[in-house]
């Protein structure tokens, strides 16, 4: 299903992906993007009409503070940040596309294995779970790396194989080639658009190194769900009831 927005960044649906086996995920009741920060009342009006019951905001206080979400009527939106302080974390301000890169590598080994982030993303699993198979969208500033890791997790515990999830989180970069061509459009400079040629896009390394994270510590990923997360075999089959046809 397509899904077309005037200021929501990097929206899309989990909805279609076929598994291995031939079980598919339902249309309209996985989504994730970018904020809703700058959404517009048409924006606010269509994802209305989507039924939407939750909204998760993975983002940081900050983030949270200069954007807030725009209130969607009929939908509790739910603070679960899987970082309390991006800033400390990601040094946007390094004009080093090689640094860059590193730093969000190593962003990758904290979303898998940090105390926070382990809670976060349990709660969040909590939350689809009580939320009984009615749509729910989360996001966090662009929908792309805890917005990733959070479609990584869910769609492994619907049972998808790992080749399966890195593909869906590498259509992140469908969008990020029209923020980069628009930087070029606009006549940025080389350094300006070799700098975000690091930020916008994802990368399949990162995913992997986040699933090796988890196998050195855990063996699986499915022994991470559940002795993590709390999402052992009846709470994947009520996801799979939920979200699979």
């Keep these: 299903m397509t899904y077309s927005f005037d200021n929501i960044e990097n929206f899309r649906e989990l909805g279609g992906l076929v598994r291995a086996d031939g079980a598919r995920v339902k249309e309209g ?4 993007s970018g904020h809703l920060g700058n959404a517009s009342a048409a924006d606010v009006s269509r994802l209305a009409d989507m039924g ?6 993975m983002r940081d206080r900050r983030e949270r503070d200069r954007a807030p979400d725009k209130a969607v ?14 800033e400390a974390v990601i040094p946007i301000k390094s004009t080093v596309p090689s640094e860059v890169r590193m730093v969000f590598h190593e962003f990758y080994r904290l979303l ?13 699993f909590q939350r689809l779970l009580a939320s009984e198979g009615r749509p729910v969208l989360w996001h966090c500033s662009q929908g792309k790396d805890r917005t990733g890791v959070g479609a990584m997790l869910l769609l492994s515990a619907l049972g998808f194989d790992l080749d399966a999830v890195v593909e869906e989180y590498m259509r992140t970069n469908e969008f990020a080639r029209t923020q980069l061509e628009a930087m070029r ?3 940025a400079s080389e350094e300006e658009i070799a700098l975000m040629a690091e930020v916008f896009p994802v990368f399949e390394v990162n995913a992997r190194y986040w699933s090796d994270c988890i196998l050195i510590e855990y063996g699986s990923i499915q022994n991470y769900l559940e002795l993590a997360l709390g999402v052992g075999p009846d709470q994947t089959a009520r996801l799979e009831a939920y979200y699979l046809e």
Excluded at 29 to 32: A, F, H, I, K, Q
Aim: proline share 12%; net charge negative.
């Design 73 to 86: 009527p009929g939908a509790e939106n739910v603070w679960l940040p899987p970082v309390p302080d991006l």
């Design 52 to 57: 939407l019951a939750l909204i998760v905001d």
């Design 29 to 32: 009741v996985l989504l994730r």
């Design 185 to 187: 459009f606009a006549r």
């Design 112 to 124: 898998s294995l940090h105390p926070v982030a382990i809670d976060a993303y349990a709660a969040f």
